[in-house]
């Protein structure tokens, strides 16, 4: 991960979006779930349906990148946010949680669990898995805190024209 926002588009230009959801949850596994949910939803008003690829995919890693700003960047009586920006490209979808606690930071490199039967430390390494670029920086809207981004690849199946199934 870096400290800087990279472009969202190739270009080094900040890129154009079609479609942008924005909200903000309490902090805590109610607002986390919520998040979720809505991200989902979000999702299948876009155009990916619920049990697509890309709209199971998608909520995966919001439901890790929410679940850890509820449990390591809580501070009581305060909101994360989660953004969804889809390209008008339509290819490329940033997923971006801000929590308001400073420190902390997530790894450069999230590593795999040491042990299979380990019930922590999983949720970010998945996510970098997923994800074509994860980074983290400071909170664009000031204040303490860091969002972190995760983008994703949207690729897309062509059937094959006249092709007979097998």
């Given at each position: 991960m870096t400290t800087e926002t990279p472009p969202f588009e190739p270009t080094g230009q900040p890129a154009a979006h079609a479609e942008e959801f924005s909200m903000c949850f309490t902090s805590s596994p109610r607002g986390a779930r919520l998040a979720r949910r809505l991200a989902s939803h979000r999702l299948d008003a876009w155009g990916f349906p619920y049990e697509s690829e890309v709209n199971e995919t998608v909520t995966l890693v919001v439901a890790?990148?929410?679940?850890?700003?509820?449990?390591?960047?809580r501070v009581p009586g305060r909101d994360f946010r989660l953004r969804l920006t889809l390209a008008t490209t339509r290819d490329l979808l940033r997923v971006e949680v801000t929590d308001t606690r400073d420190g902390d930071l997530p790894p450069a490199q999230p590593r795999p669990p040491q042990s299979p039967e380990s019930e922590e430390g999983r949720g970010l390494w998945l996510v970098s898995c997923l994800a074509s670029r994860l980074s983290v920086g400071p909170r664009e809207e000031g204040g303490p805190g860091k969002t972190v981004r995760a983008d994703l690849?949207?690729?897309?199946e062509v059937p094959?024209?006249?092709?007979?199934?097998e």
């Open positions: 890790e990148l929410t679940a850890n700003a509820v449990t390591h960047g690849e949207i690729c897309y094959a024209i006249g092709r007979v199934p």
